[in-house]
């Protein structure tokens, strides 16, 4: 697998940056090393149930961006451009249409798990979900996942510091 040796490079990379010719501090030339604000990393999670505590209904700005609102409205119409920028996400051979099914109340019991429902990473008939959600929250140059969020990947994905392991938490709509 490359992604361990990328990040034991990277590791080795960082040690060495710290003592160098017997000197501790940054080389010659190089910027100040600086901890980075990474959310539920080094800094806290304000969103430790990923999807449910960012999609809620902010009546402060008249914007309702819960699951349950987001899919409703879908039910009636897709916005065509967001059909467009999904297509390259399908399984081969599946054209988009103008409408997701409509979901019953149980749906948003359990988010993003019942999602993976249809949109799991080998269907025949839907966008697996995390192609489909990478897309929709880090393309687009309005887009609020970007602008609100600064498209911090550990605002979803979160890590277990005991085990090194990644995963996303799926929780209850708010």
């Not at 060495?16 to 910027?31: A, D, F, L, S, Y």
Request: hydrophobic residues 35%; negative net charge; proline residues 10%.
């Amino acid at each position: 697998m490359k992604t361990p040796l990328l990040w034991i490079s990277l590791l080795v990379i960082a040690a060495g940056m710290m003592v160098v010719n017997g000197q501790e501090g940054t080389p010659p030339g190089m910027p100040p090393m600086q901890t980075p604000q990474i959310p539920g990393i080094t800094t806290a999670d304000q969103f430790p149930q990923a999807c449910v505590d960012c999609h809620l209904n902010y009546t402060e700005m008249n914007m309702d961006v819960r699951l349950s609102t987001i899919m409703k409205g879908m039910s009636e119409k897709v916005d065509p451009e967001l059909l467009k920028k999904l297509q390259p996400t399908a399984p081969e051979g599946v054209t988009l249409k103008g409408k997701h099914p409509e979901l019953g109340p149980e749906a948003f019991n359990n988010i993003p798990a019942s999602c993976r429902t249809c949109h799991s990473p080998n269907s025949k008939t839907a966008p697996p979900a995390k192609q489909m959600t990478h897309v929709i929250h880090l393309t687009g140059e309005e887009n609020i996942f970007l602008g609100m969020f600064g498209g911090e990947c550990t605002h979803c994905h979160k890590l277990d510091k005991t085990t090194g392991l990644w995963s996303i938490p799926s929780a209850a709509e708010k």
